[in-house]
């Protein structure tokens, strides 16, 4: 029995459905942009691709395609490979300036002659719904989140989190929360936002020593590191919740129609042996991904609705 009162020998753990999820978040943003509308403010988010990266245009036109939905005001900037950096500086500058646009996403990866840090410090940290600023990562590092904008991988997990922990009847204040991963974009701001819910965290990684056993700590584990399935069963605490944040392509069975060899998408977690353990976890696909364009979009309705003091 875990300390939460899950026996091993239950049935395999709660799956967080982060489709469905997601539906509900971006119908409360449709609400919330509705709502401003009929004020005369028109939630407007501006994303910038460079170049001809197909998975780089993939994101980009699910993103659109959301912010049309919630009734976003959305425009989408296309620029060559050999865009310059002072360019793409230039159109950033614009979009500052530019009234109607609340949201401004630069999608990464950017060319190698672009230093992707300038551009992403030249977006005003109001417009910065990636939340990639560094004012905004150091706002949410000293806790103010009512300025802040939140990066949204992170900020989805945290919604995630919250449903598991509703549907398992625990208080996360006081948790013990392991974090696999150091990036700047997931493992510290996770670390951050969890903090602020009074969870005890520790962020582990690659040197960290005996790994399994610090993740066996966990009462919620977060697996952010880029290795497909590498977080075992045996690594979660009976009845854990399981966040896994991995989105990891590896050879499939067979060859697709065109005669190349399938692949498929796993996370960082074994899927199949952590959900024999654990008391909730996120699939992949299907989890945290699709959250993370759901936090997008609510974050451009509240730079909205700061942007008017509303």
Not at 117 to 137: M, Q, S, T
Not at 146 to 160: E, F, K, N
Not at 228 to 244: H, N, S
Request: hydrophobic letters at 50%; proline letters at 5%; aromatic letters at 2%.
């Amino acid at each position: 029995m875990s300390a939460h009162g899950r026996s091993t020998t239950d049935a395999s753990a709660f799956v967080l459905n982060g489709a469905a999820i997601a539906d509900e978040v971006l119908a409360q943003v449709a609400e919330e942009a509705r709502a401003l509308v009929s004020r005369g403010v028109t939630p407007g988010l501006a994303v910038v691709l460079v170049g001809d990266n197909p998975a780089s245009q993939s994101y980009v036109a699910g993103k659109g395609k959301a912010a049309k939905t919630c009734g976003f005001h959305s425009i989408q900037h296309n620029l060559s490979a050999e865009t310059s950096e002072a360019e793409l500086l230039a159109l950033v500058h614009a979009l500052n300036a530019d009234p109607a646009v609340h949201g401004i996403l630069v999608q990464l990866p950017l060319p190698k002659h672009i230093v992707s840090a300038r551009v992403l410090e030249a977006i005003a940290p109001a417009k910065d719904v990636d939340g990639f600023h560094p004012i905004n990562v150091g706002l949410l590092s000293i806790g103010d989140t009512s300025r802040a904008l939140i990066s949204c991988t992170p900020a989805g997990a945290m919604v995630l989190i919250d449903r598991a922990c509703e549907r398992l009847g625990w208080t996360l204040a006081g948790m013990e929360a392991v974090i696999i991963g150091r990036s700047n974009i997931v493992g510290k701001p996770m670390a951050q936002l969890l903090l602020a819910r009074h969870c005890t965290v520790t962020i582990a990684h690659s040197r960290t020593l005996d790994l399994p056993s610090v993740a066996r700590r966990a009462d919620i584990l977060v697996a952010a590191v880029g290795q497909p399935e590498m977080v075992r069963g045996d690594w979660v605490k009976p009845g854990a919740i399981v966040i896994d944040v991995g989105v990891n392509r590896v050879p499939g069975n067979g060859l697709d129609a065109s005669g190349r060899p399938k692949t498929r998408l796993v996370g960082d977690v074994a899927h199949s042996e952590a959900a024999a353990v654990a008391g909730a976890i996120t699939p992949v696909p299907g989890g945290v991904g699709r959250m993370t364009i759901a936090m997008l979009m609510a974050n451009t309705v509240l730079a909205a609705r700061r942007s008017v003091r509303v």
